[in-house]
C-alpha cells in the first residue's frame, strides 16, 4: 500500500504573531490535502530526547516534509539528531543567492576542493533508510503559496512512483506491487483527504543550545572531541562521534564548529549563516570558508575566534582558560587548538565518553611530572629508602663513637 507523507511544522521559538499566523495558514491549508498527514510541534531544535514530540517524529513511517525555522542543512541533521533518518529528499524552495558575498569569497584553491571530495565522510558508511526526509526553510518566502506547492510537488514526485510501479507487468513485482495491483482500492486510501485533525505536540519544551553533525561533511577526524572541554562529544560503539551530552554546551558558544575542518558542526540558532547551517558551499563557487567562520570584521581567523570563545567560557565557568595556547589552522583555517581533556572536571567521564586511542593519545594534558615526595611507594623505592636510613645512622652512631658519647 503506498506511504501517506507526514507533513510536520515546527513551531518558532517565539510567539511572533506573523509566524504563527504563517504556520496556521499552512496547517488549515492542508487539512484537506490529499494523502498528507500534519504533525504540529514546537521549535524542532528545542525538543527534549525523550520528549513526546521526539516520540512523535520517530513514529512517522514514511516520506516526511519538515517546515521549520531552520536553515534546510540544520532543519535535517537536528532530525538525525533525534534518531529520525532518511535519504535527502531535493526541494525547490532555496534561498536567493546572495551575489555580491559569493564574489567576495571566491577562493582559488582546487587543490583543496578535489582534496576534500576524495575523504571518507561518516554518511558514506551509514545504512539509511529509504524514505526520504524534505526540509523547507520557512524564511525563505513570506507567503505559504509557495510552501503549499512545493508540498503538492513532493506528494506529486511520491505518487509517480506508484503509478511507475503498475509496469511490472513482465517484469518481476515485489510483494508490495502484487497486493496493489490486486487490492487497488488500498492504494486509494493512500490519496484519500486527510479527515483527521493535525497532530499537536507540546512537550514542554525550553530552549536549548547544542552541536548538531552534519554526516556528509563529518571525517570523523575527532578534532571537536579533542577541542571541546565540556564533555559534549563523544563516539558510539563504532568509534564514530556523535553529540553524546549535548547540554553540557555552553549557551551562545559556536566554538568547535570553527574548529571543525570540514565545517561539519552546526549551531542551528547562531546568527551567522555559515554555523546556522547555510549551505554556503551549495552555490559551487570556490568559497573560502575560514573568512565565514572567523570574525565578521576579519579581524581574527576562525582559530583565534574559537580559542578565545573556548576561553571566556571556561573562565565563565570558574575555570582557568588557556591563553593562547593554539596551534596552526588545518583544514576551512580554524585550528585544532590545543590538545586538551574532553571531559570536564565538572562532568564525570561515562563509560560511553571513551575515546578512541588516537583521540585520547592526542586529548590528554601534558601534565608536569608528579614530585619523587607523592609518587605512590613500590617495593625497591622502600627497600632502598631503608638502606639510606640505615646507612645514615650507621654514620650517626660512628661519629658519636668518635666523640665518646
Ligand atoms: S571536527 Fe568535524 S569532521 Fe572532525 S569529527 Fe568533529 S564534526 Fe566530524
Ligand atoms: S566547544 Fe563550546 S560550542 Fe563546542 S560543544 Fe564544546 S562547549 Fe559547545
Known amino acids: 500500500m503506498a506511504k501517506r507523507i507526514s507533513v510536520v511544522v515546527s513551531q518558532g521559538q517565539s510567539n511572533h504573531p506573523a509566524k504563527r499566523e504563517m504556520e496556521e495558514s499552512i496547517v488549515a ?106 526540509c523547507l526553510d520557512l524564511r525563505i518566502h513570506d507567503a505559504i503559496g509557495p510552501y503549499l506547492a512545493e508540498i503538492r510537488r513532493i506528494v506529486d514526485e511520491n505518487q509517480v512512483e506508484l503509478v511507475d510501479l503498475m509496469s511490472w507487468i513482465g517484469g518481476s513485482p515485489s510483494p508490495e506491487q502484487l497486493e496493489r495491483y490486486r487490492n487497488p482500492q488500498a492504494a486509494a486510501v493512500a490519496h484519500a483527504p486527510s479527515i483527521a485533525n493535525p497532530t499537536r505536540v507540546d512537550d514542554g519544551s525550553e530552549r536549548r543550545w547544542y552541536p548538531v553533525i552534519d554526516y556528509t561533511r563529518c571525517t570523523n577526524c575527532m578534532e571537536c572531541i579533542d577541542f571541546c572541554l565540556f564533555g559534549v562529544y563523544g563516539v558510539d560503539r563504532a568509534e564514530t562521534i556523535l553529540v553524546e551530552q549535548p547540554d553540557n554546551c555552553r549557551k551562545g558558544c559556536p566554538a568547535c564548529s570553527r574548529v571543525c575542518p570540514e565545517n561539519a558542526i552546526i549551531f542551528p540558532q547562531h546568527k551567522t549563516p555559515a554555523i546556522a547551517g547555510a549551505d554556503v558551499a551549495a552555490s559551487g563557487l570556490k568559497i573560502d570558508l575560514s573568512r565565514l567562520f572567523g570574525a565578521p570584521d576579519g579581524t581574527e581567523d576562525a582559530a583565534a575566534v574559537a580559542a578565545r570563545e573556548r576561553d571566556e567560557q571556561l ?82 652512631i660512628d661519629a658519636l663513637d668518635e666523640m665518646n658519647l
Not at 64 to 91: F, K, P
Not at 93 to 103: A, G, L, R
Not at 367 to 389: E, F, I, M, Y
Request: net charge negative.
Open 29 to 134: 491549508s492542508l487539512l484537506g490535502e490529499r494523502g498528507v498527514d500534519v504533525v504540529v510541534i514546537p521549535h524542532l531544535y528545542d525538543l527534549a530526547n525523550d520528549g513526546t514530540g521526539v516520540l512523535a517524529l520517530q513514529g512517522l513511517s514514511g516520506h516526511i516534509v519538515v517546515l521549520s525555522w531552520l536553515y534546510e542543512r540544520a532543519a535535517r541533521w537536528t532530525l538525525d539528531r533525534h534518531g529520525i533518518c532518511g535519504q535527502i529528499g531535493a526541494t525547490t524552495i532555496k534561498p536567493p543567492e546572495d551575489d555580491e558575498d559569493d564574489e567576495d569569497l571566491q577562493d582559488d584553491a582546487d587543490e583543496s576542493e578535489s582534496n576534500q571530495e576524495a575523504k571518507m565522510r561518516v554518511w558514506d558508511s551509514r545504512p539509511v533508510p529509504a524514505r526520504k526526509i524534505y
Open 315 to 396: 573562565l565563565l565557568a570558574g575555570r582557568s582558560a588557556l591563553g593562547g595556547a593554539t596551534q596552526p589552522p588545518t583544514g576551512n583555517g580554524a585550528a585544532a587548538v590545543a590538545s586538551v581533556p574532553a571531559v570536564s572536571p565538572a562532568t564525570p567521564p561515562t563509560a560511553s565518553t571513551a575515546v578512541p586511542p588516537a583521540a585520547l593519545t592526542a586529548a590528554q594534558p601534558v601534565l608536569p611530572p608528579a614530585p619523587a615526595a607523592q609518587a605512590p611507594p613500590t617495593a625497591n623505592v622502600s627497600r632502598a629508602a631503608s638502606r639510606v636510613v640505615k646507612d645514615e645512622l650507621d654514620s650517626l
